[in-house]
Structure formats: C-alpha cells, structure tokens
Nanobody
Framework: QVQLVESGGGLVQAGGSLRLSCAASGSIFSIGDMDWYRQAPGNVRELVAGITSGGSTNYADSVKGRFTISRDNAKRTVYLQMNSLRPEDTAVYYC???????????????WGQGTQVTVSS
C-alpha cells in the first residue's frame, strides 16, 4: 500500500511563511513527478508547483517568486516553502506523485489526504 502524507499546514497571517511536507511510504520502486495542488472552497483543484525526479520545477504564475518546491529523493519527500503568503492562498493543499511500486509495474498516480492552509488578513 502506497501512502502520501502531508504535514505543515496551519493558520498564518498575511506576509508569513509555512513549509509543507509530503512523505511517500509503502512498497515503492521509484517516484517520478511530485506536485502540489490546492483547492479553495468553490474552486477547482489547481496545480501550484511541480518537480521532476531530476529536479526540474514549474510553478503557477500566482505563486512564482513566493513559493519554492523541492524534494529529497532519499527520504521520498517533497516540500513546498511558502513565503509572503496572501489570503488568496487559503486552500487545502494536496500532494500528488507518480509512483511505481515494483520494477515491472506501471506508474500510477497517488494523492495525499490534504492539509489546510489558512492565511488571515
């Protein structure tokens, strides 16, 4: 069983910072792309940032220059450093990863359970 477990969410004032973590556990052969998504009430889930296994990154325009995605392959963990937070960043943040369980398996896509980030004005 593969699990993605997020942590690090919480309540912060505008201008503050939070660091989210997402650790993959279980029977894992390899992890490909790892992404952070977010979903605010009434909105569709949107891609915030992504990172490949080789370390290439991409960001939504709304978070460029404020958020930084990174990963530790040895720890099977992806991070999202969020600085200069704004009230509009308030959402549930979800981790997403492409994972192969064994060398012969296809790659499957997995989601974490989400962590709430609330930014007060």
């Amino acid at each position: 069983q593969v699990q993605l477990v997020e942590s690090g969410g919480g309540l912060v004032q505008a201008g503050g910072s939070l660091r989210l973590s997402c650790a993959a556990s279980g029977s894992i052969f390899s992890i490909g792309d790892m992404d952070w998504y977010r979903q605010a009430p009434g909105n569709v889930r949107e891609l915030v940032a992504g990172i490949t296994s080789g370390g290439s990154t991409n960001y939504a325009d709304s978070v460029k220059g404020r958020f930084t995605i990174s990963r530790d392959n040895a720890k099977r963990t992806v991070y999202l450093q969020m600085n200069s937070l704004r009230p509009e960043d308030t959402a549930v943040y979800y981790c997403n990863a492409d994972i192969r369980r064994t060398w012969s398996d296809n790659t499957n896509n997995y989601w974490g359970q989400g962590t709430q980030v609330t930014v007060s004005s």
